[in-house]
């Protein structure tokens, strides 16, 4: 009923910025809350950052103070500028959306990933 795109990934050097931006489309009333996340290889998924419909954000520790996030809510997109990017921000990035669909039901999707690779 829902994508999810994510776009944006790609190489980077350390100190390095990249933009990922994330595009919902479908069956889409309203989006509320809208998240990035990642997953490194052998690790667990992690929570980099949310943003409410109204624009609250929230962040991560390991991220605090080098991402940050944005939404358009007239495009269904949600995007995650990243600067100062380190070797350990590689990872697959996944952006989340929680949606009101038209036919009035609350759910969670998920994007399918795009890589982000910090090398020297």
């Known amino acids: 009923q829902v994508q999810l795109v994510e776009s944006g990934g790609g190489l980077a050097q350390p100190g390095g910025s990249l933009i990922l931006s994330c595009a919902a489309s479908g069956r889409i009333f309203q989006i509320n809350a809208m998240g990035w996340y990642r997953q490194a290889l052998g690790k667990q998924r992690e929570l980099l950052a949310t943003?409410?419909?109204?624009?609250?954000?929230d962040y991560g520790d390991s991220v605090k103070g080098r991402f940050t996030i944005s939404r358009e809510n007239a495009k269904n997109t949600v995007y995650l500028q990243m600067n100062s990017l380190k070797p350990e921000d590689t990872a697959l990035y996944y952006c989340n959306a929680v949606v009101q669909t038209t036919d009035w039901r609350i759910q969670n999707y998920w994007g399918q990933g795009t890589q982000v690779t910090v090398y020297s």
């Open positions: 943003i409410t419909r109204a624009g609250t954000t």
